[in-house]
C-alpha cells in the first residue's frame, strides 16, 4: 500500500489548450519514489477525494528529483481538474499517494511496439515513447486530437504520426493496424470510444489499454447474493445484488484503500484465494483475470457462491 506524501509545485507550464503541466518535488518526506512508464499517483482532494495522474517525463529526463503530471480542465467534471488549474500554484504544497502502475511498459530488445495516444491519453504514452526511443527499440507514435493548440507535448516528440480532426488528418486505424508486424505490441490510451475502436481491429496483437473512463458493464455472471470469506479474519460476509464487495467489507469496518469506485484506478486491488470472479474492471487484460489471482473489488464480483479474499 503506498504512504501519502506531501509534495510541493515547483513549476507550473500550459502545455496546451486546457492542459497544465505540474511539476512535483520532494516537501518534507525524503525523496519521491522512482517510477516507470505507465506509472501514475493519486492526488489527494482538500475538500475530500482524490484523482490519478499519470507520470511524465520531467523537463530534466531524470525520474527521480520531480514527479510531473499533466492535467486537462474538466469544466463539467467533479471539481479535482479545476481546482488543480485555479488554485495550485508554484510553491503549494498538495496531498498525493503512489505511485502505482497498472498500465506498464518496459521496452523489450528486438520488439516493435505501436504507441497510439488521443486527447488527454498522451499523457501515460509519453514517458513510452521516451523510454523506446532511449531502449533504441523499433516503434511508431501516432497521436490524435481535435485541434493542434489542444495537443499537449506534441513538439516534444518529432517521431510523432499527427491525426488532427480540424485538420482533416484523421487516425485511419484499419489501414494502420492491417500494415504492422502480426508481433507488434499496442500501447494505446485515450477517450473510451478511441480505445474501445482499437480494441475492436486490434486483431490478434497483443494489446495494452489505459481508461480514463470505466467501460459499459454487462449484466453480472452470478446475479443472486454471494458469500465473501474474509480470509485474516475468518469472517464471511453477504453481498446482495444491488451491493459492491467494496461497500460490504467497508460496512463490516475493514479499511481497504480506494478512490475511484468505478475500476479505472486500480487502488482497491485485492488478492483472490478462491472462487471464480467476474471481472468487471477497466484494468485487467484477459489473460490477467484468467489468472484470477486479484480483483477490484470496487466493480468485480464473483462468478460463483463464494469469494476467499486475502482481507
Not at 518496459?106 to 532511449?134: D, H, K, W
Not at 446482495?240 to 467489507?249: G, K, M, N
Not at 468487471?280 to 464473483?302: F, G, H, K
Amino acid at each position: 500500500m503506498s504512504s501519502e506524501i506531501t509534495v510541493r509545485v515547483a513549476a507550473r507550464t500550459m502545455a496546451a489548450d486546457s492542459v497544465v503541466l505540474l511539476d512535483l518535488v520532494a516537501n518534507a518526506d525524503g525523496p519521491l519514489a522512482s517510477w516507470r512508464p505507465g506509472a501514475h499517483i493519486d492526488v489527494l482532494l482538500p475538500r475530500g477525494g482524490e484523482r490519478q495522474y499519470s507520470l511524465m517525463p520531467p523537463a530534466d529526463g531524470v525520474h527521480g528529483g520531480t514527479w510531473r503530471i499533466g492535467v486537462r480542465r474538466e469544466p463539467s467534471g467533479r471539481g479535482g481538474s479545476t481546482w488543480l488549474h485555479d488554485e495550485v500554484e508554484i510553491g503549494r504544497t498538495i496531498r498525493v499517494r503512489g505511485p502505482q502502475n497498472h498500465f506498464a511498459f518496459e521496452p523489450v530488445a528486438g520488439t516493435s511496439y505501436l504507441f497510439l495516444a488521443a486527447g488527454i491519453g498522451i499523457t501515460p504514452i509519453t514517458s513510452m515513447v521516451a523510454a523506446a526511443r532511449a531502449a533504441g527499440v523499433e516503434h511508431s507514435f501516432h497521436y490524435s486530437g481535435r485541434t493542434r493548440t489542444a495537443m499537449a507535448m506534441l513538439d516534444a516528440f518529432p517521431e510523432a504520426v499527427p491525426h488532427i480532426s480540424d485538420e482533416g488528418s484523421r487516425l485511419e486505424l484499419v489501414s494502420l493496424l492491417d500494415s504492422l508486424d502480426p508481433a507488434t505490441v499496442i500501447y494505446c490510451c485515450g477517450p473510451a470510444r478511441f480505445i474501445e475502436a482499437v480494441e475492436a481491429l486490434a486483431g490478434a496483437h497483443p494489446l495494452h489499454v489505459e481508461r480514463f473512463e470505466a467501460k459499459a458493464l454487462a449484466a453480472p455472471v452470478f446475479e443472486g447474493d454471494f458469500e465473501v470469506e474474509l480470509a485474516l479474519s475468518g469472517e464471511t460476509l453477504t453481498v446482495p445484488p444491488d451491493r459492491s464487495i467494496l461497500e460490504v467489507v467497508e460496512d463490516a469496518g475493514v479499511f481497504v484503500l480506494s478512490s475511484c469506485r468505478e475500476g479505472t484506478c486500480g487502488t482497491c486491488e485485492t488478492p483472490v484465494l478462491e472462487g471464480e470472479v467476474d471481472h468487471r474492471d477497466s484494468i485487467l487484460t484477459p489473460t490477467e483475470q484468467a489468472d484470477n489471482t486479484v480483483m477490484y473489488i470496487c466493480v468485480s464480483r464473483a462468478a460463483c457462491p463464494r469469494l476467499v479474499l486475502d482481507l
